[in-house]
């Protein structure tokens, strides 16, 4: 059929199941957005005040919702707003797909200064993608977003991104689309049956085993047949921050954070390790946690098994298909164990105890969990009571019901991911916490809230300095800080300037009465909670101090 670059490229978009957009328009696109224009009854365009936005929206969205979170930008500086998002999505696993244009394609990599032009945008963008493609004609673009949907939806997820130059976009072509793809995931990563045989002997045979989940589990939706596992065994679930909700906070098994990790981990003589990198909490800082027992890794990407620990038997599949083999496998092998429930209990119990040690934190975060549902999601920042929930301060009921930036620890991810949750979740309450610092990387996009009546409730902690920074200078300097004081504005005014209901909060009640009143709203609302100097998370080893710099005799 004769049609356009643009038009191939928001009909294949159609023909892969994707109908919302994060986006932010420029001339490199018209032919695009004119064409998106045309599909207006079946796309929802959700536009931004900066591109970082719309990557970490679509991030926000596709982990929310399990499917590919799209965003189109321009090319240059356009998609370069958008990287810091990229590389959280690719730590996060996350589908995301990017959308973006080049300059006119006789100009491509001649340095010759076309508006937006940056060498090599494909290579660039490869480092933060699993997949970087252009499409140089019409005819190419079906292909080309077949590709892209087929690598955001097998294997391990992780950010794609595809481009076409304006002219490509415009030209007319004879474009043949493509049928609808069908890819059954757990069917085409299925681990080796003799290893999974082998797996399911070390971990019957154990007597302390143990089952370290991370957030390969929940993309997999395999958290129902890991949970079942654990019954199966009596093992405990040691869950990442990215893993929560594998198995309920409400079931013994579930266990996460510091103290957890300690114990847990060098007393347990067969660990099963499934979608996780296995970088333990307790190896921050506070020295290596031994593994003393067999360990059985099972991952979707081959290149992770083997990478943080040198697994006995190695299972590279998906962890649905693999947890349901082992199922069947285990009972051959399994022995009689003791019920947990007392030791897993207490062992919760030292950790709550250890938690408490920061009350601020913990009485802010009792606070939100008494008034979220127990299927609310919360997408937590990099901020004290960010660190308190992540540390496993926040007991996670459902599986997909908490959401960090990973790895990559991206200050200002929060407010937009959220944003992009709460797209993906309608009729859902969503939480996103911030602190001042963290939150003001998004400020303006308050008004993309406000316009388009995101019902998100975001909680902002005004502690007036760049918090962790400054306490983490104040140990390692003699007591100074050093570009860490922040000259705020009023947030909750600031809010109600944009469209965005605001209120103020103090206490944990005030917070739980106030995030009521938020929720009762149904609407944009952000409301500012004033925060002292907080201490460190219990169990951070302090910072070393810097050793005496030389003095500079100039
Ligand atoms: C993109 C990025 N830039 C800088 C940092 C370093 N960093 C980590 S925490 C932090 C301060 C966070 O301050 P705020 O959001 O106010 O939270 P608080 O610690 O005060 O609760 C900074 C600058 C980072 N993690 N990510």
Redesign the pocket.
Known sequence: MQMTGGQALAQSLKIEGIDTLFALPGIQMDYLFDAIWEERNHYRVHHTRHEQATAYMADGYARATGRIGTFVVVPGPGVLNAT?ALSTAYACSSPVLCVTGQIESSQIDRGRGALHEINDQPGLLSHLTKLSERAMRPEEIPGMVRRAAQALQTGRARPVSIEVPPDVLGAVGEVRLLEPGSWERSALHQADPDLLERAAKVLGEAERPLICAGGGVLSARAWAEVAELARMLEAPVLMTANGRGVVSDRDYHAQSGRTATTELVPNADAILVIGTRFVLAANMGAGATPVNGRVVQADIDPEEVGRNVTPEVGLVGDARHTAAELLKRVPKYNRSRPSREAELTALRAKHDAAMARTPWQQGMAQAIRDVLPEDGILVS??????YFVQGGGFPVYQPGTMFTSGYQ????YGYATALGVQVGSPGRRVVSI??????M?NVQELSTQAQQGIPLVTIV?N?G???????IQEQRYQGHGMG?D?NNPDFARVAEAFGVAGFKAKTPDDLRAVLREAFDLNGPALIEVE?PP?PSLPGMAPMQPVPPRPTLDL
């Open positions: 810091a920042e990099s901020t004290q009571v960010g620890g991206t200050l200002g911030n602190g001042d610092g963290g939150f990387y902690f502690d300095m760049f918090g962790n920074v400054r306490r860490t922040l925060q907080t």
